[in-house]
Every structure is written in structure tokens, then in C-alpha cells.
């Protein structure tokens, strides 16, 4: 399936250095399937003890709906669990942008058809102001020209060329087109030494 | 201009370069756990795919499993179903398992290298960010998701964008009771915890060469706390040595064909590189961590930073650290009480680092304010500890001796902290609710300084304890 561009409501998560342990507690990995993850999703930080409800934008009724998650510097770092990608999505988030990710957090989004995009520090604290004063307002991120178009804020989010191109192509589910080198594949592993 | 080892390694094994630009990068080597897989043997059954290379891949069981009764079934029923998956999953398709009744169970990163399956020059990936571990012999050894583990399950190989590469080069005389941790502590200190975005970390230089394989296992294991994924170091006569006659190493003649590839493929003397940062290591002190990640440590004899010193990013994760800790700014870490200890886990749960915590500990006592627990890596890490008594060292002191698994590191099975509990630990994250509790709270150090923490019921300096 190819991703061009993808639009929906924005919801902020502020912070740099957000861990994977954060975005999902590592007791709801014990599970064989991905699904049933929504609820998991920043657990910790919406729940106390008691299972009463913290201030978390995730808790946060204007975000109802939200697909766009706006983030700050080195989002998803630490663990590899695919399972955090796996809540946000689950949640309903399609795009993340932020000031810088993990890289093993971009490829877990990447293989599931989720776009990451950097912005500067000042372009990311414009998109998190407008979002939080006009959570109704939607934005709209244009894969190929790599375009953001927020209200009345335009401008240009970097993406990896690889990544751009693998959601334009439809090559982002990537069995299928590493399946194709199968000769290939074959001819290496005999010729390795090991 | 010579090669460094990571792009010869790199060259031997990519497929070819997608359309996409990305590599297709064969995996030579694929280790699974309990946890990451399951998903990813349900998408390939899903597509009616199969495994290509059973033969490049084991298994093992660490993270979930409980370090005390290990009788099946499991008393945590979703643990139990964990594993179940995960036999099934191996015995469908052919791949080795080690189970919990398998004398070669344990902590993945510590079977691979000490079964000798982990060798330089090759590509390693595993579903756990800490694979970095195995590139101390010299292998690219790539933490990955579960969509990866389903490509290389069905294809042998992963798309993924070539990253540069960093040279880090450790000089100087590291003092008495400074370890391989307290130097990569102090490296992602210095780097940050993103400066190692895009970036291999090549480890080199005379501190680098002096250390054991087991130390510099330490120090690739948390190249992902730096931000890189990826963190090696070159082959050279210690790995050789330490390679020699483990079950999965080639032996005799075919050993002497292995080692003439693995001398080939370490980095030119001219090697080039993207990067280069030195440090030297004379008069670096025992390192711990005073906040909510790996990067925020200090010496032990420093004081905790003022806010007002940092810059504003880092400013504002150190308020949500202090808040989480309970520290104030500007003092000290030194006697500050703890509640837990615990020695273990993929970066300090080998037998040299028992070795060591038990040294500490040999003839003390824990103190009554601080439960304090051992996890071997694994079970022959075990084994050989009860053979050199260390486990009687450490129960005779209070400490429990636990069965080999992850344990209080990620806190999937029973180990974990309590409520708002300071626990000293060998591990390798203190992110907030790392350790099995919301609000619990996590130091990282050396297992030395945790023995001595354990010892003293509060944070010390090892040095003071001779
Ligand atoms: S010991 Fe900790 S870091 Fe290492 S593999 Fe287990 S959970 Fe991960």
C-alpha cells in the first residue's frame, strides 16, 4: 500500500529523551499478538496506582480523534519493542513528528506504515502551540514534496530519502521486496565464510 | 585509504541496495527470545511463508522467565504462554531451542558470545536493542523490531540505511576499581544519549585493547544507551583466545581457515572514519546515574548538576529526573540510602563481574534495610559460579542466588521493585518504571559499586571499602 500524504487532527506528547518503557511498560509485552495494545499505550503516565487518571494529553478529550503525534528530540529511544509503535498505532496515530527519533523506533515505524518526519526545535514548538490552543485544526503532511500545512503554518519536514521513498512506493511492508533477491540471497549465504 | 571494519563487513553481506536506497543486508546470524517473536512467526504463517535459514537461527528464554521456581508450568499464566509459543514456534519451523531445562539457557546476549555462536565478521540481529553486545568480537550486531525479525525469519535479510561510523578512542590508566562500565557510562555521558543517532561506535585504543572480552562486552552493550545501534570493537588475539574450543566455534583446521578470515576483516591501520572522539580515561572515577536515563550520571565523587549549568534541553529532563529521584540539585550522591540491589543482566551478569561484586561482599553482611538479589546471565555462568562458591559468598552475606534470566533489569517476571524503592543496580536502564514499578526508582553502576551499595545500605565508593 503506498502512504502519499496522511492528515488528521494533531495531539502533543511534550518532552525529549521519551523511552520506549514509557510509551508502553514492559508487563504489557506479555502477549503473543499485537493486538489489544491501545490501552497500553503511555500506561504508566495515565494511570496511577489505583487506576485513576493522570493529566496526559492521551487522557485529554480535545485530542479525541488526534492521528498526528507531535513529539520532541529523541523520541523512542532504549528498548526495541515494536510494541510501542504497535499502542501508538493502535491508538489511532498514522504520522509521527517531532525533533529527532531512535533509529531502531524509525525502522519499527517504517515496516509498519508509519511516517517519521523532523522538524527544527522552533518549527516543532509553533506546531505544538497551534495544535494545543486549536486542537480541531488539521494537518495535513504531503510525503513526496514533504510538505506539513497546519492552519496557516507551511513548512518543509525532513524525511529520510529511504523512508520517503519506501512509503511512496508501497516498499515500507518490506517481505515481499526483499523476497524478490531471493537468487541473490541464495548465492550469499553459500558464499559467506560462515 | 584503508577500510574500517564495520564497511567490510557490511560490503561482504549486502544483498544489493533497494530501490528505496535502503540496503538489503543479509543477517548471518539470528538470535530470538520469548518475547519479540511471537508476532513475528504469526506474520510469516499469516503471507505462508516459511523460515529460509533454519540453521541461522537459535533461541532462547530470559526475559520472562521467573529466576525462582522454574518448574512448569510457569505460575504467571501469560508467561507460561509466552513460552509455549515460543517452542511451538521453534519446533514447527526447526530452530534450536534453549530452554529453561537446557544447560545452555540464558540472557541472549550472554549465550551467544559464550556458546561461541557470536564470531567477528559477522551480521547479528536480535529482537533486543542490546545485541550491540556481540560486536565486542568484532560483528555488526543490529538490535531490531518485530517487523525485522519476520524479514529475516522469512528472508535471511533486512532493509536498513547505512549508518556512519564513529571511532572512540579510550587512552590513559584506568585507576583500581574503575571498570569497563564506569568508561561507557562516561561515554554516553559525554555524547549524549542521541549523539550515537546514525552512527556505529568503533571501540579502540590501549585502555579498549587491555580489557577482556567480558569487559568489552560491557562497554558494546550499551552503545544503544548512546543512541548507537550498533557498537564494535576489532578482533584481535583476546577475542581468538576467548573463542577457542566453545561448542559453535569451528575447531582444528578449519579454526585456523576462521581465523584468517576474522584477521581480514578488522579495520586498516588507515582506516577511514566519519568521526572521531578520544577520552582519556586517567582519573575517571566509579560512575552512577542519578536520573531517568543512562546519560545522566556522574562520578561518584561529584555533586549532582545545578539546573541552572545545563542548557535548556537538558535542563528540562534533568527536572524530571530530580523530580521522579527525589535528589536536589548540587548534592551529593555519596551515602544515599537504598532499598534494593541487584547484580545481573546482559551488561554485568557474566561470571567476571560475580567475580567481582563477590569480592566486595566475601565476609560482610547485606544491610537489613536492603533486599538484595544475584541473577546469572546464565546457567553456565551459574554453574561456574557454585563451582568457585561465590554463590556462598553472596547468600552467606544475604544476598538471594537466583536462577539465570533478565530478571529485575526489565522486570517481566516476578523481580521487582516496590513502590517508590532506590535500587543499586548492574543493569543498563534506569528509565522510569524500568524496573517493574511506576515510581521506582533505578541507579546504575558497576556491579562492584552494587555489591558495596548492598553492603552499606546506601551508595558508597568501592575504593573506600579495601
Ligand atoms: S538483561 Fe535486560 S537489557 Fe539485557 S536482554 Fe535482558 S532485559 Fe534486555
Redesign the interface.
Known sequence: MKIENTSGKCIVVRGNEIDTDRIIPARFMKVVSFKGLREAAFYDERYDADGGLKTHPFNDEQYNGASILLVNKNFGCGSSREHAPQALMRWGIKAIIGESFAEIFVGNCTSMGIPTAAVSADDIEALMRKAEEQPDVVMSLDISSEEIRFGDIILHAGMNPAIRKAMLSGSWDSTEILLEADSLIRWLDNELPY | MGMNLFNKVWD??R??T?????D?L?I?LHLIHE??S??AF???EE?G?SV??PDRTFATVDH?VPTLDQSRPFQ?P??E??IQ?LEDNTKRHGISLFDTENENQGIVHIIGPELGLT?P??TIAC???HTSTHGAFGSIAL??????I??IL????????R?KVRLIEVSGTLAEGVTAKDIILKIICDLG??GG??YAYEYCGPVIEALSMEERMTICNMS??G?A?VGYINPDETTFEYLKDRPYVPQAEAFD??LK?WKSIASDSDAEYDDVYRLDVSGLSPMVTWG??PGQGIGIDENLPLLKNLDA?AA??AS?AYSHMGFSEGTAVLGQPIDAAFIGSCTNGRISDLRAAAAVVKGRKVAHTVRAIVVPGSKHVAVQAEKEGLDKIFTEAGFQWRNAGCSMC???NPDKLKGRELCASSSN?N????Q?S??GRTMLMSPQMAAAAAVSGKIVDVRNMK
Open positions: 561482504l553481506h544483498v544489493k533497494l530501490d528505496s536506497g535502503l538489503q543479509f548471518g518475547v519479540t511471537p508476532q504469526s506474520m510469516i503471507r511463508l529460509k535459514y520472562i504467571d501469560l508467561a504462554k509466552m509459543a564470531q565478521g559477522m529482537g533486543d536493542s538490535g531490531v523490531g518485530t517487523s525485522q519476520r524479514d522469512a528472508t535471511q535479510t533486512i532493509a536498513i540505511s549508518p544519549v542521541n543517532i546514525g544503544i544507551e543512541g545501534r581457515e576462521a578470515n531517568i536515563n534541553e528540562e529532563v524530571k526489565l522486570a517481566m536502564r528509565f522510569i518504571g524500568r517493574g511506576p515510581t
